[in-house]
Nanobody, 112 residues
């Protein structure tokens, strides 16, 4: 059973930066492939933000390209999301995902 715990959310002004972390425990998940960050804003469906493979191949939602960077440290079983040039529309709960496992989420609020 894989457990995922997110951290690093908070309140930031537009144009600011935050770095989210997702610490994994249970199982040898980094023998496996894709980890992802998703987000859900109030009244909206959950959407993919970014994903990264075990080899470091990444893909991003168009809305965050060139602003967000996903990375991973396999030795630490941790996935990161560096978010720069934040916008109010980035406000959401951000969730870490591995296959059917989800973290509880971390709130990101961007003020204008």
């Amino acid at each position: 059973q894989v457990q995922l715990v997110e951290s690093g959310g908070g309140l930031v002004q537009a144009g600011g930066s935050l770095r989210l972390s997702c610490a994994a425990s249970g199982g040898s998940i980094f023998m496996f492939n894709i980890m992802g960050w998703y987000r859900q804003a109030p009244g909206k469906p959950r959407e993919l933000v970014a994903r990264i493979s075990i080899r470091g191949i990444t893909n991003y939602a168009d809305s965050v390209k060139d602003r967000f960077t996903i990375s991973r440290d396999n030795a630490k079983k941790t996935v990161y999301l560096q978010m720069n040039s934040l916008k109010p529309e980035d406000t959401a709960v951000y969730y870490c995902n591995y296959e059917s496992s989800w973290g509880r989420g971390t709130q990101v609020t961007v003020s204008s």
